[in-house]
T-cell receptor, first 108, second 115 residues
Framework: GQNIDQPTEMTATEGAIVQINCTYQ??????LFWYQQHAGEAPTFLSY????GLEEKGRFSSFLSRSKGYSYLLLKELQMKDSASYLC?????????FGTGTRLQVFP | DSGVTQTPKHLITATGQRVTLRCSPR?????VYWYQQSLDQGLQFLIQ???????AKGNILERFSAQQFPDLHSELNLSSLELGDSALYFC??????????????FGPGTRLTVL
């Protein structure tokens, strides 16, 4: 079967660092995506990992370990506008399978 | 603005009815994907078209169908609507297929309410 697990909710303070974990068990793996989605809006692409290791992009970084079926998204210097849902998605052969998302609330 | 357009933005209809949702991909994108997002569920992949041909199928009900036209726009047809079909329906597009790491660009979505 296909299983992607993320925490349902997280809270953090403005200026802090937060790590959102994602574990997956899928029948195939061709890459892992992270998307950001504000309430009622379309998801927007954050990162893509296909090889093990860390990909850094400004305040956001994403890490992948294929042997452990594990990824995380690291958000630094949190801002209020980072309050959103963060979706982990595995590309499996021919389709993108999304986790249910982690709702992050950033407080002042 | 992702460059993907979807119409209508909102749709309210009754059970048993049929509706058509429309999507225009970004200029140059050949792949179109349809997703359903209900309140308590994540994004569920429905179907993908690439250059007019069906490429991949997800958890799409038999009451739902889609097609991609020669000008690359796509339509998702939902029939015999049920209350549980109420959801946000997103269309996304990418240049090729996501297997090459191609980012999917999402449209603003169509919010369907079935009463």
């Amino acid at each position: 079967g296909q299983n992607i697990d993320q925490p349902t909710e997280m809270t953090a303070t403005e200026g802090a660092i937060v790590q959102i974990n994602c574990t997956y068990q899928t029948s195939g793996f061709n890459g892992l995506f992270w998307y950001q989605q504000h309430a009622g809006e379309a998801p927007t692409f954050l990162s893509y990992n296909v090889l093990d290791g860390l990909e850094e992009k400004g305040r956001f970084s994403s890490f992948l370990s294929r042997s452990k079926g594990y990824s995380y998204l690291l958000l630094k210097e949190l801002q209020m506008k980072d309050s959103a849902s963060y979706l982990c998605a595995v590309y499996n052969t021919d389709k993108l399978i999304f986790g249910t998302g982690t709702r992050l609330q950033v407080f002042p | 603005d992702s460059g993907v357009t979807q119409t209508p933005k909102h749709l309210i209809t009754a059970t048993g009815q049929r509706v058509t949702l429309r999507c225009s991909p970004r200029s140059g994108d050949l792949s179109v994907y349809w997703y359903q997002q209900s309140l308590d569920q994540g994004l569920q992949f429905l179907i993908q078209y690439y250059n007019g041909e069906e490429r991949a199928k997800g958890n799409i009900l038999e009451r739902f169908s889609a097609q991609q036209f020669p000008d690359l726009h796509s339509e998702l047809n939902l029939s015999s609507l049920e209350l549980g079909d109420s959801a946000l329906y997103f269309c996304a597009s990418s240049v090729e297929g996501t297997q090459s790491g191609g980012e999917q660009f999402f449209g603003p979505g169509t919010r369907l309410t079935v009463l």
